[in-house]
């Protein structure tokens, strides 16, 4: 452009700005007093004039009120916008409604009064991605010479000014970042003129001394974005040091590392490392231990979708000084994550859901003095991956379910229309899209799209409540996802299309049959199914054995598959209905309808061929599914590139859904040990004196210990060799008293505590962690609960299990600011550290502190010696222990982090809460033994706080033994009707064996229930 243009755009600019200033206010006070100068009226009120007839003074006087508000807030922006460029200063921002906008528009007249310039981006491209790179990736579409500087990728909102302000710190330095870029061509043939806009994708150049910055996107933390960006999550202290109180658009700044907010924009210190910062004490070696990794092994599945959205990265320019190479993976298979295996979203939503139903039912049939089974450390770390999954898809899925299941409400509304026929369902995270035939009609909260099409959003309210939804029968029970495209899931009815014959790469067929095995077991949609499977081998079953069934051969399973239709379409004329989903939607005769799918790996002969091509002619009444492999007659067939061909699907691409045999193996060792019977309690690992005679709940163990003891002095009523237990108890714990005093002491603390009975805490003598507090908490509760210590490569496979690369310094600051934290006067030495060092111990150690677990199984064994002794001590130690209870255990931990809570020696967020059920019912028993129905009460209600949600019988069945001792009747049935409301039984008799024992000798018939 010329200097002529220039200089017009800034004076109109200006004249823009001294219209909205000065002229807007005249003009509105020229008018609203020529209108409304008469006032009121005399004898006349407000109250009144509002309810009388309006001549259109009231609208005048309101839409004044509004354009004089409208003005202030671009006022005050531009005046805010022209303070700063004086100053030379960011704007301030004012976080208020509509300021957004104003500013918006203040920024744009500015900086054309300064000199004319592009203003706001706009948003061409669908998906905007911010990068920090240094280098342009089409060099042949650059009419310049390539830039050495930082590139910065336009988003949405951007200007100019803002990008200066964010990456220079200088709002006027716009100018340059125009000089760099006037003129070059585009990625889309467009260039940036002085009469252009900004457009979503464009790569400015910016100047040599310009910082990379990154946009927050909802979600994101400082470690994760370090990660990311700077290749360390270690390097988020650094990230908070370069952002710390920088003014961000919204008038808040960077001041607490564990508060971010989505639109902030932070400035990415240099990506190399400074090898001389990183505070590493003296006295530890700078690399001595290398953490070896193998290589991880390839799942046999595509790992990553390809449209999937990637993170920002940077990118070094020609030249630069590399990174150094000092990073080393760990020794951990980095592919054991349900991500890398290629377990689909919803095959792992299902899993967690049905991990969590039987977890539940493994606490309530545990014993006392016993443990859970649980996963190997392997497989407890695909256990762990599950617990992020892609909730999308999930919770559309759910959303579609419930309102599918309402079409089957007894109190919906009916007319004559034909039973839906469901033939393909589209899910994205908001919504759903249904493909139906022409005829279907489905009733609010589904809404037309176009004929045969059928949405749903995912906001919108069911017609009933959805605990009364989830009750219903599911109208489309084999509803399943078979491909993905993005973030959409395509999803089909199996029982609509009868027989699918598959083709293409056996493999992939036979991983699709997997993922449609995996996905029926679990889903809830298809909690009615019956799945016959050939040829997909045994392990599968596990996944779902109420569901899943192996069958030896295709002729078997035809032959079983052929007598359920039959079965299906006698009871069709029985009752007369037309189709099975008829059946399910008039909830009659509701068991007649059941489908059975069949999923068979073995090609078919042409005599099975024939029996399946009966079986698809009446499909539609017969309440069956089969897929079977049939390379020479395929109804849909996945290419090399595992894009899925379906005839009557045309959008996509879709690429096929897949569960590989490793995948599978692994989700059905993830599921496998809720089967098994629990294990009787282990002894105590710990090398402390207290320790000895101890199993790892805290109770007594057997036989009675030969340590050398006092003289002890026999109580009443005590045998003998309860006595010297008591005092073998004492002799081996004589702190236990001082060390409960220390741990509820107040002022600065002398030792580190550490509670994992709620949520985690610390207390340590050391000064608090600036930054990353939760971090280093995990770190120090971590060393609390390996009290023989732990090695590099340990510590690096069960801190960072997400198999991204660290480097040894990453390591070693994460305990030496640990070590910092915990503080010194281990011994009674001021200057040992309670956190060991690897210069003088070959493992990380936490050494001298107070763990409130241990505190709790202390208590716990001397509470039974005492018990048995029939010391008057009993309670109060019961009572000491459950106080130390907080909450569940190790609630609300740092999102993301204590993954090594799922190796299978470290699962005390599944055990521990069953042991302090267990001590509670201890001291239930002692209290109620002596009648104090007081401290009775107050046990079980403290069981009950760990125990949010439901997973134990015993908390309410002691409370039942309390009201029946209080011959309260009515609060005996109100705890009997919340244990079978919990556990969603109708009768007793299904409880868990002791849970009825209680009830049937405390109601033997039965509670009352309320008629519904």
Known sequence: MSTLSRVASAVAAAAATAGILVGVPIALWLLSSSLLDPGLPAGVSIIDLLLAPDSGTLLIGFLTVVAAGTWLVLAMSIVVELAAALVDRPALRIDLPGFRLGHAVAAALVTAMLGAGPAMATPIRAEPI?????????????????????????????TLWRIAETSLGDPLRWREIYALNADR??????????????????????????????????????????????????????????????????????????????????????RTPPPADDPVPAEEPVATTAVPTPDPPSSGAPTSDPLQRTNPAIETPAGSPATPVDTVEHGQDSALTVTALGVSALVAGGVVTSLAVRRRRQQ????????????????????????????????????????????????????????????????????????????TRLPPPFITAGPGGW???????????????????????????????????????????GVLRIGGDRARCVALLRHLAAELATSSTAEDVEVLLVGLGDGLVTLGPDRLTTVSDLDTALTEIEHRASTTRDALDQWQVETAVDGRLCGVAADSWLPTVLLAAAESDDEQRARLDALAAVSGR??????????????????????????????????????TKRAGTHLAAVLGPTMAPALPVGVAQSDEPWATGMNEDGTLGDPLPPDPLPDAEPLPAAGPAAVRRLAIVDHQDPDLDDDLTVWHADGPPTTPRIGILGEPTVTAPGPDPTTRRSWFAEVLVYLS???????????????WPDGHRISPATLRHAFYSARKWAGRGYSGDPDASFVSDMQHDSSYRLRGHLLDWDLFRRLRKRGQARHEAHHPGAITDYEAALNL??????????????????????????????????????????ALDTGD????????????????????????????RIAHAEDNRSELELYAAVLLDARGFDVPEELAPDSFAVLNELLPAGPRRPRR
């Not at 790179?133 to 949405?156: F, K, L, N, Y």
């Not at 069956?624 to 045309?650: E, M, N, S």
């Not at 609960?785 to 801190?799: E, Q």
Request: hydrophobic share 40%; glycine share 6%; net charge negative.
């Open 130 to 158: 911010l990068t920090a790179s240094m280098a342009d990736p089409e060099p042949a579409r650059a009419v310049a010479e390539e830039p050495s500087g930082p590139v910065h990728t336009v988003q949405r909102r951007d």
């Open 185 to 270: 061509i585009q990625d889309d043939g467009g260039r940036l003129t002085e009469a252009s806009e900004l457009v979503v994708g464009w790569r400015l150049v910016l100047p040599s001394d310009a910082q990379p910055a990154v946009r927050v996107q909802a979600g994101d933390t400082l470690t994760g974005i370090a990660e990311d960006h700077l290749g360390d999550p270690a390097r988020s202290d650094e990230l908070l040091a370069t952002n710390l109180a920088l003014p961000q658009p919204d008038g808040g700044a960077l001041v607490d590392p564990d508060v971010i907010r989505p639109g902030w924009t932070l400035v990415l210190p240099d």
């Open 364 to 439: 309530r049939l545990r014993l006392a003095r016993h443990r859970i089974p649980v996963p190997a450390d392997d497989d407890g770390r695909v256990e762990w991956s599950l617990s992020t999954p892609q909730i999308g898809p999930v919770s559309a899925a759910r959303h579609l379910d419930l309102a599918l299941r309402s079409l089957t409400h007894p109190d919906r509304e009916t007319d004559d229309s034909p039973a839906p026929v469901l033939i393909s369902a589209r899910l994205t995270p908001s919504d759903a899209l249904l493909s139906t035939s022409t005829e």
């Open 455 to 497: 949405g749903l959003d995912a906001d919108d309210p069911l017609p009933v409540p959805d605990a009364e939804a989830a009750g219903c029968c599911a109208p489309f029970p084999a509803l399943v996802s078979i491909a993905t495209d993005g973030d959409r899931t395509l999803m089909i009815d199996l029982e609509q299309r």
């Open 622 to 659: 017969s309440a069956i599914a089969a897929v079977v492999v049939d390379p020479g007659h395929v109804d849909l067939r996945i290419g090399d590139d595992t894009l899925l061909h379906v005839p009557d699907i045309a959008d996509g691409p879709w690429e096929v859904a897949q569960l």
């Open 785 to 799: 609960l390996h009290p023989a210590g732990v090695t590099p490569a340990k510590a690096v496979t069960d801190l």
């Open 885 to 926: 209870v907080r909450g569940p255990v190790l609630s609300s931990p740092r999102p993301g982090g204590y993954a090594w809570l799922n190796n299978h020696d470290q699962r005390h967020d599944l055990q521990k809460p069953g042991f302090i059920v267990d001590a509670a019912h201890e001291l239930v028993d002692i």
């Open 933 to 960: 129905t007081r401290t009775a009460r107050w046990a079980a209600e403290r069981a009950r706080a760990v125990d949010i949600d439901v997973a134990f019988d015993r908390p309410l069945t002691d409370l039942m």
